[in-house]
């Protein structure tokens, strides 16, 4: 038993083709990956908007802003 | 692999693509320190992280489509042939959860294959990243790099860099080095969202004249410049297939010689490009110190330049042909650059689409008057290479699938106000917060000491 397709290396090479693990589930972990692929742009478009409103609350006044202009 | 010989073949062709892999690695890291470089210090981190998230970005979405794209659509589809022209099963093969994709003993090629183009898809990407520092969105530079890394670069290449695509058999298309397959393309994908994003703030004085926000690090700039040049080797020679024989090509070449050939399959030798990759780097050297006067980051962008103006034909000139076509490429991007940004107010904060915009697609259109006549392919039936063929060629690589994807992209993005980032952050700098903290952290640790001393 084994979750590749070779249970023995007492083989001929030539006859061996597939290696990985679970074949025959190639088409579910694709929309598994396509899911997490897509959750992390939502993720990270949201966190990047929320820093940059974040930081303009916090430091957009115009004192700080005129002082980091004058330190650049 | 049956036979020694035949063993011998596919474990040299895994291997060698193998080392382009890790060549190309270093355009990577020589595209980071050159855009750290030309940062200002309140924008660093950000510019970093903005370059290198696009290699785990563009890394998946190639996997997902981009390679698919590729083996799918040198047909257009359409124009001389549908989904999967010319052999139908590469296509098949190729989709995410074929039977290609995944690691298997009677297939040692593919995945070397896969991770050089690859390597080509973040470079292009890499070159975008450049020209539009230290005021786009992070989460729209990405949208970008998928744009060109994984959908239009893929469909450039399956068009007019593969032995069945359709520019190549109809405009004889040859481009050997990628000037109009990633550098026009890149250029002209950075282009169309520079109209849309506008300069950063203080590039233009109130009448209009440019000023010259220097780099923050000239030096590091030209670091980077230089492992550009290094990582570029691994690049040209995986545009090669280093051995193949007639009877595998299956076109009208004759005998049983063994021979490297581009990726048209056309004969060329490793020899040939090694020396006109050193003619061209130098013809643009030269040039690019005489025009800017000695300035270095100009000097080794020209030398970027004139590989990249004769790459497309680089397989078959003469190296003094490379040389002179390195210089005058790199004059006309020189020109072009200073010309578009006083003229159309572009701020293209770090040359990018002169060096590759411009330089790849001089490459492209001179290399259909020097190699005028030459067959594209080894297949009977393709167009031999023209000027005119080359010119459309270069319009396809540069505007139609450059500018126009990536304009329309950024206007949809600026739509949603998702392209620019706000602009006090730019006044600030996009480091400006942890700039801060670490400032605080400094003091903190500094008052303890005093503490300590006293």
Known sequence: ?72 | MDTDIAALTTVFTEFYYWITVALMFLIHIGFCMYEVGASRHKNHMHTLMKNSMLIPLVTVTWFFFGWWIYWAFAGGPGITGGIGHPDASFADAYIPWGEGMGPRLDDRITGVFWAAFLLFAWTAASIVSGAVIERIRSFAFWMFAILIGSVTWSIDAAWGWSYGGWMVEILGYHDAYASGVIHAIAGGTALGILVVLGPRLGKFAADGTPRDIRPHNPWLVCIGLFLIYTGFWGFYVACNVPIIDAATIGGQITGVTLTTTTIYLTPTTLGAITVNFLMSLSGGMLVGYMVSKGDAFWTYSGGLAGIIAASAGNDLYHPIQALIIGGLGTMFMYKIHFWVERTFKIDDAVGAVAVHGYAGFFGVVIAGFVLWGQPSSPYEGFAVITPWGQFAGAVIMFWVLGFIPAYVLARILNAYDLLRIPKEIELLGLDFHSNLEADQARQDVLASVREAHS
Do not use: C
Request: glycine share 2%.
């Open chain 1, 1 to 72: 038993m084994s979750t590749t397709p070779i249970d023995t290396w007492a083989v001929d090479l030539a006859d061996v083709t597939l290696i990985y693990p679970w074949v025959g589930s190639e088409v579910a972990m694709f929309w598994i990956a396509v899911v997490l692929w897509l959750a992390w742009h939502i993720w990270q478009v949201k966190h990047e908007n929320a820093e940059y409103v974040d930081q303009v609350q916090k430091h957009g006044d115009s004192e700080t802003i005129r002082k980091a202009i004058d330190n650049d």
